[in-house]
């Protein structure tokens, strides 16, 4: 059913083809990477080569802690990250310097990943989590690429988009050569769509085995953010469109409980920094951005951060951390940053995306679900005015992370024996 894939994907080029000339004309970033895209501007590759492929900027961190591991290991191959977004490439050439080639991956057509395959000579082809792109394992299977799901995981979103096209992901799965994916349901949904029982294989999370470490101390951050000792923070990371409103109200709500408290706002996209400036003037809330808060700043409630990196470090000053896309239906975005902090997570009552590591957090009681705005001010309050109680989960969420590491070495330990083969 492959060339049923390449028709339709034909027709949606031309169709989109004024996008691409626009982005072509006037973004300097699409310029750049878009030979690398259509397979040219490569730098050949001599030797055999492990290939992981990842999306955007998640990925590459699960890319960053495979590739580590790889050098631990003293596998003896060069190392290709390919990638989709110019974020993700960014992260990418920050974070694999000197580690890995990163390139921008291949358009999905067929004789773009066959030039790409041609040039970059990978021996194996890791696909990070659900990257499954037809000409891309077609094209790799026929190439003789032993090809391996890193992480694999099937939300509760794309799980019934798969099923629908189950004709052409079955020929697709088939073609791997071995998975390793996330939890017993994923494993369950992908033989499901296909996948052999023998050829897979359930080894946790590559996420709990991120290594969260700021070598910034606390009172320097603080210092960074103009924070007084007095500053009690509440902080709301990775938030989604129809979040920060209600953040906004919770927090002019609490502030009147608990003296000092400071809001930190970091949307998870950078882009929508003025909406959220225009929504603190509405309600009168007094902000600076992160980006332009200088020493002796005038007073302020709320900080918003607007360059990327900075999430992190807000984290490790938070009394409390609300992670968003969980208040509107985003299915969450990743709870283990703040709890690997040790820090009292608040999430809402949507979190499709992190079902199994919310779930277990759950079950021990080591972070907070809320419902809606009510149930947000009362446990937010509650724990930001009991900061022993918000210590001593943030403590239990530690622990259960620390638990059930080990899934980066069960994932590259899958990969050695293919490449034995």
Same mark, same amino acid.
């Given at each position: 059913?492959?060339?049923?894939?390449?028709?339709?994907?034909?027709?949606?080029?031309?169709?989109?083809?004024?996008?691409?000339?626009?982005?072509?004309?006037?973004?300097?970033?699409?310029?750049?990477?878009?030979?690398?895209?259509?397979?040219?501007?490569?730098?050949?590759?001599?030797?055999?080569?492990?290939?992981?492929?990842?999306?955007?900027?998640?990925?590459?961190?699960?890319?960053?802690?495979?590739?580590?591991?790889?050098?631990q290991r003293r596998i003896p191959l060069p190392v290709i990250v390919s990638v989709i977004?110019?974020?993700?490439?960014?992260?990418?050439?920050?974070?694999?310097?000197?580690?890995?080639?990163?390139?921008?991956?291949?358009?999905?057509?067929?004789?773009?990943?066959?030039?790409?395959?041609?040039k970059m000579n990978p021996a194996v082809l890791g696909i990070i989590e659900t990257e499954l792109w037809p000409n891309l394992i077609a094209v790799a299977a026929q190439r003789g690429v032993k090809i391996i799901l890193l992480?694999?995981? =099937?939300?509760?979103?794309?799980?019934?988009?798969?099923?629908?096209?189950?004709?052409l992901f079955r020929t697709l799965l088939q073609?791997?050569?071995?998975?390793?994916?996330?939890?017993?349901?994923?494993? +369950?949904r992908f033989m499901t769509l296909g996948l052999r029982e023998g050829?897979?294989?359930?080894?946790?999370?590559?996420?709990?085995d991120f290594e969260v470490e700021l070598a910034i101390p606390l009172e320097t951050i603080r210092k960074e953010f103009q924070l007084q000792d007095s500053a009690v923070v509440w902080v709301a990371g990775s938030t989604r469109k129809g979040e920060e409103a209600i953040l906004i109200e919770a927090y002019q709500i609490i502030k009147e409980q608990v003296p000092g408290l400071k809001l930190v706002l970091a949307p998870r996209h950078i882009e929508r920094v003025r909406e959220i400036e225009k929504l603190l003037t509405e309600n009168k809330v007094t902000y600076f951005l992160t980006s332009k808060i200088k020493k002796n700043s005038a007073s302020f409630e709320?900080?918003?951060?607007?360059?990327?990196?900075?999430?992190?470090?807000?984290y490790a000053i938070a009394e409390v951390v609300f992670v968003g896309g969980s208040l509107v239906d985003f299915g969450g975005q990743n709870i283990l940053e703040p709890a690997a902090l040790a820090k009292a997570v608040v999430f809402g009552p949507?979190?499709?995306?992190?079902?199994?590591?919310?779930?277990?957090? =759950?079950?021990?009681?080591?972070?907070?679900?809320?419902k809606n705005?009510?149930?947000?001010? +009362?446990?937010?309050?509650?724990? =930001?005015?009991?900061?022993?109680?918000?210590?001593q989960m943030g403590i239990l969420a530690q622990q259960s992370l620390t638990r059930k590491k080990g899934a980066v070495d069960k994932n590259i330990e899958a990969m050695e024996r293919l490449l034995a083969v």
């Open positions: 059913m492959i060339w049923l894939y390449n028709i339709i994907l034909l027709i949606a080029i031309v169709v989109s083809s004024p996008y691409w000339i626009v982005n072509l004309l006037f973004s300097g970033t699409w310029r750049t990477g878009f030979r690398q895209r259509l397979g040219f501007n490569l730098p050949l590759q001599l030797k055999p080569t492990i290939w992981l492929h990842a999306a955007s900027v998640g990925e590459v961190k699960i890319a960053a802690a495979l590739v580590k591991k790889i050098r977004t110019p974020a993700g490439f960014e992260q990418a050439k920050v974070q694999l310097a000197g580690r890995a080639e990163v390139v921008f991956a291949p358009l999905d057509l067929s004789f773009t990943v066959s030039r790409f395959i041609k992480n694999g995981r =099937l939300s509760d979103k794309s799980y019934p988009v798969y099923q629908k096209y189950q004709f073609r791997l050569d071995y998975a390793c994916v996330q939890t017993e349901e994923d494993k +369950e050829l897979i294989t359930v080894s946790s999370s590559i996420k709990y709320c900080l918003v951060i607007d360059r990327r990196g900075e999430l992190l470090k807000a949507y979190m499709g995306n992190f079902k199994e590591s919310a779930g277990d957090l =759950l079950k021990q009681s080591a972070v907070v679900q809320v705005l009510t149930e947000l001010i +009362e446990r937010v309050e509650f724990l =930001l005015t009991h900061q022993e109680s918000a210590r």
